[in-house]
């Protein structure tokens, strides 16, 4: 790929099909919805309206950097935290939770759109994604990509026929910092699948907790992803006690596309430092596992 052609390329695009119009986009502050708004952003300047959407379902400090990330453009900012918590109550089925937040997101955006009086959606697509959607293996991989009333002009695309590591490449080439470039892919519905069963507000206090001491632990090791999952409960002992408390998975894969995957190798003293350091930390979890099946015949998430 010569990336200095394909911005040029995208750029032109959007440009042209945005005309003197506004285009949304919905940021979620990885690498795909970053490097469309980049691209957009000098495409179409201020007749660009980046969203991001607080879900409650994010990583730790990450609603914080996206803010400051892209502070120079006209970021509009929701806190839906509330009505996301709430939408998922009673909720384990897997595909249920996607569609659940899916459906949602896809409504707290419409709103914004209609108050913006958007006539363009743009979205970070990329190729795994269209592939998978055409295997029906998930029901989607965008939340951007459930069914929208709001009535767009045209949906744009900028980077559908990229790979992951392309993009990875198109961002260095457009000066986003290393902690976006390289940032590891974050599943739309977020954290809700990295806990096996029904979401609850305590459930992703702990899993978030968890997630950012794996990958402060393993932010060194070569990987596609590195996070935590809340997969259910067990006993331990804690001071006198037996008590019955949550496991923590921790996963570690390398994939060159996000379609197959490998778990990396991870020296003992390091699995048993994150693990002390987990149920130190976190009290409400008691058991710490490392999770060594490949992709296929397990999937990355855990839902
Ligand atoms: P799986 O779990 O299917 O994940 O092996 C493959 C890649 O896709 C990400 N993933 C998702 N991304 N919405 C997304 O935007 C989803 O519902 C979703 N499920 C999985 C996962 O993190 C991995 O990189």
Known sequence: M??????????????EKVGNGKAIIALSGGVDSSVCATLAYKAIGDRLIPVFVDTGLMRL???ERIKETFSHMNLVFVDARDEFLSALKGVTDPEEKRKVVGELFVRVFERV???HRAEYLIQGTIYPDVIESMGGIKSHHNV????????FKDVIEPIRELYK???????????????ISERMPFPGPGLAVRICGEVTPE?????????AIVEEELKDYKKWQAFAALIGKAT??????????????????DSR?????????????KLRKIALRITGEIPEVVRVVYDVTPKPPATIEFE
């Open 61 to 63: 400090g990450e609603p």
């Open 2 to 15: 010569d990336v200095e052609k394909f911005v040029e390329r995208a750029i032109n695009e959007i440009r």
């Open 236 to 253: 331990g002992v804690k001071g006198d006690l037996r008590v019955y408390g949550y496991i923590i998975a921790v996963r570690a894969v």
């Open 144 to 151: 951007g990509g459930f069914p929208i009333r709001y009535k």
């Open 113 to 115: 759109a209609e108050e």
């Open 165 to 179: 590591d392309e993009v990875r490449e198109v961002a260095r080439y457009l000066g986003l910092p290393p902690e």
């Open 203 to 211: 459930k992703v206090e702990v899993v978030r907790k968890a997630n």
């Open 257 to 269: 596309d996000g379609m197959t995957a490998d778990p990396i190798r991870i020296e003992h003293e």
